[in-house]
């Protein structure tokens, strides 16, 4: 296994479902320094394994912008993990296809889901 997957504490390969989950969710706090500040963190999961976990500030509020944003999370999954699911599900309507376009050139199809079993396990 190389160093980079041991010290993100991932399962072996084949061990990872090929269908993720994405979603972003709202995070209530303040940063001291920004009190507009809109926290919301971001996660990539491949059920149970949770893949990337990103907290961001003021995310947009345009869905093409915010889907640039999760897909560029879900590729960074991607490169963390050393596999590309077949498709990623999210619960959000307005940003399957923001996520579609930068994604589908990797080969991986979005999808409208109404749960994501694996995120509310995390």
Known sequence: MDTRRRKLNLPPTAELKRGWELEIAPVPGLI?????????????????????????????????ELGEILAREVLAAVENAGVTPTHVSIRHSTLVEPIAKALSPRGIRVMLEDELPGVADV
Do not use: H, M, Q, Y
């Open 32 to 64: 001291k320094d920004d009190p507009a500040a809109r926290l919301a963190t971001i996660f990539v999961v491949a059920p149970p394994f949770v893949l990337g976990c990103e907290t961001v500030n003021r995310p947009s509020a345009e869905p093409d």
